[in-house]
C-alpha cells in the first residue's frame, strides 16, 4: 500500500491538505482572490464548505480542547434522514443474560467463509463485554471484529464513542475523513468519536475493538520515568488530507451508531470529501514495536501498568475508564523473583486478547484471535505448567515474550459478558477452569530460613 502518508505526533495541532489542491487550506483572514468564485466572496478557496468537527465541550480547557475545522465538497448534513439498521451482534444491552464471575476464555473467534457469506467490517461487529451507557456518555464496549469483504459505498460513524481498533488477522485500510490509514496486525489505531470512516479489508480478517464512551484516549502520565518512555508521542501517527469527488447515484450509506443502536441514511456522494483539515482531533495509528518497555532490573514485580500505551481517564484520580496495555518482547532480569504475572485479584475487569505468539503465563489455551476475561475481583494467574516451571527455574537474563504480543484491555467497570460472548460464538472454552486444577500445595511446616 505505498503512497500512504502520515504526521507524526500525538494531540498536537495538525494541518494537511490534498497536493491536488494548493492552498485550500485557509491561512488566517487574508483576502483571497476568488477569481473563479467572484459570486461566492465569503466561501473558503475552491469554494469548499468549511464544517467543525468538535471532540471536546467548546470550554475545554485547553490540554483536553479537542477539535478539527474540515473543508469539504459539501457539507455532512446533506443526507436523507437516518433510519433504524439491523445491529447484529452489536449491542449495548449488559442485561441479556445472567452474571458470571467466572474466568472465562474464549477459543479463536471464527471467521466467516467469503464464499458461503459476504462480511465487511460493519457487520461483522460483535460486542463481547462491556458496560455502563452511552446516553450518559460514561462506560466501555469490547467488540470482535471477523470479516471478509470490503465496506463499499458505506461508512461507519460511532456517535457514541472511541474506537481502539487492534487488529489480531489481515491489514485494514481504513479511509477517514481526514485520509486514509493502512493498519496491520501489531500496530492499532482509534477512530474518535463522530469521525466517519470505510474499512478495506484483503481476505479473512479479525480483531478487537475497545470503545470508551465520555472520554478520550490520551498518554498516561509517566511521573518518576521523565520525559522518555512507553509509547512516545512522535511515534503515532495521523493521515494526510485526501478526497475523491465522487457522486453515488445508487447511495452512499452512512451507518451512524447512537446510544448503542445502528442507524443508516443515503446521501448520493462520498462522504470522503475533505479536501483540507487542520486541529488537533484526528484519527490516529502506533506501531507497537515502538513501544519502549520499562521493567524491573533488580527484583520483585512491577504491577502491569509500566506497559500502558494509551488510557481514558474516569473523573477519578488515577482510576481509568480503560487503559490499553500490552506484554511486548522484553528482557527479564529479575533475580529471587518469580518472574511470570503473579496471582491476584484485582478491583478492575481484565479483558486480554493475543494478537501473536505464545502468552508467558498461559502457554496453551490461550490463543492468537481467542481472548479471556477476568472480572473483577475474581482470581487469576498462571496456569499449573507456568508456575511449576518458573518455580524451578534458573534466572538468567532471557528474553520474554519473543515473538508474542498480548494486550489487555483493563477497565474499572464492572463488565457484562453479553449473549454472543456467552452463546452465539461458540468459542467460549468450557474446561478453562482446569489450569489451575492441579495446583498443589508446596507448604512445608518444617521450612527454616537458610543461614545466607
Ligand atoms: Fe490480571
Known amino acids: 500500500m505505498a503512497g500512504l502518508k502520515y504526521m507524526s505526533g500525538f494531540g498536537n495541532e495538525f494541518s494537511s491538505e490534498d497536493p491536488r489542491c494548493p492552498g485550500a487550506l485557509p491561512e488566517g483572514q487574508v483576502k483571497h482572490t476568488h477569481t473563479h468564485l467572484p459570486q461566492l466572496p465569503q466561501v473558503c478557496p475552491y469554494g469548499l464548505y468549511a464544517e467543525q468537527l468538535s471532540g471536546s465541550a467548546f470550554t475545554c480547557p485547553r490540554p483536553a480542547n479537542k477539535r478539527s475545522w474540515l473543508y469539504r465538497i459539501l457539507p455532512s448534513v446533506k443526507h436523507k434522514p437516518f433510519i433504524a439498521a439491523p445491529c447484529g451482534d452489536l449491542t449495548e444491552n449488559w442485561n441479556e443474560v445472567e452474571p458470571d464471575p467466572n474466568q472465562l476464555r474464549w477459543l479463536p473467534f471464527s471467521i466467516p467463509t467469503p464464499t458461503k457469506k459476504k462480511v465487511d467490517f460493519a457487520t461483522g461487529l460483535h460486542t463481547i463485554c462491556g458496560a455502563g451507557d452511552a446516553k450518559s456518555r460514561n462506560g466501555i464496549g469490547v467488540h470482535i471484529y471477523t470479516c471478509n469483504a470490503s465496506m463499499v459505498d458505506m461508512c461507519f460513524n460511532n456517535s457514541d464513542g472511541d474506537f481502539l481498533i487492534v487488529p489480531q488477522q489481515g491489514e485494514i485500510l481504513i479511509t477517514t475523513e481526514f485520509g486514509k490509514m493502512l493498519v496491520e496486525p501489531n500496530e492499532i489505531c482509534v477512530i474518535q468519536q463522530g ?10 480478517t479479525r480483531g478487537y475493538i475497545l470503545e470508551v464512551y465520555g472520554a478520550h484516549f490520551e498518554l498516561p502520565d509517566l511521573g518518576p520515568i521523565g520525559g522518555n518512555g512507553l509509547a512516545n508521542p512522535r511515534d503515532f501517527q495521523c493521515p494526510v488530507a485526501w478526497y475523491e469527488d465522487r457522486h453515488v447515484a445508487a447511495g452512499y450509506t452512512i451507518i451512524n451508531k447512537y446510544q448503542g443502536k445502528l442507524f443508516a441514511c443515503q446521501q448520493d456522494f462520498s462522504p470522503f470529501n475533505v479536501v483540507a483539515w487542520h486541529g488537533n482531533y484526528t484519527p490516529y495509528k502506533y506501531n507497537l514495536t515502538n ?8 527484583f520483585d514485580h512491577a504491577d502491569p501498568s509500566i506497559f500502558t500505551v494509551l488510557t481514558a481517564k474516569s473523573t477519578r484520580p488515577g482510576v481509568a475508564i480503560a487503559d490499553f ?25 481484565e479483558f486480554m486478547g493475543l494478537i ?14 481467542g481472548a479471556s476475561l477476568h472480572s473483577i475481583m475474581t482470581p487469576h494467574g498462571p496456569d499449573v505448567d507456568c508456575f511449576e516451571k518458573n518455580s524451578r527455574a534458573e534466572l538468567k537474563p532471557e528474553r520474554v515474550a519473543e515473538g508474542t504480543m498480548a494486550f489487555m484491555f483493563e477497565s474499572s467497570f464492572s ?18 477452569y482446569q489450569c489451575w486444577e492441579d495446583l498443589c500445595s508446596h507448604f512445608d511446616p518444617s521450612w527454616k530460613p537458610s543461614k545466607q
Open 325 to 349: 496495555v500490552i506484554f511486548p518482547p522484553r528482557w527479564g532480569v529479575a533475580d529471587r523473583t518469580f518472574r511470570p504475572p503473579y496471582y491476584h485479584r484485582n478491583c478492575m475487569s
Open 356 to 369: 501473536k505468539g505464545h502468552y508467558e503465563a498461559k502457554e496453551e489455551g490461550f490463543q492468537p484471535g
Open 415 to 432: 463488565m457484562a459478558v453479553t449473549k454472543w460472548g456467552l452463546q452465539t460464538c461458540q468459542t467460549l472454552d468450557k474446561n478453562y
Open 195 to 204: 469521525m466517519r470512516f470505510s474499512v478495506d479489508v484483503f481476505g479473512a
Open 291 to 298: 513501544f519502549m518497555v520499562i521493567n524491573c532490573v533488580a
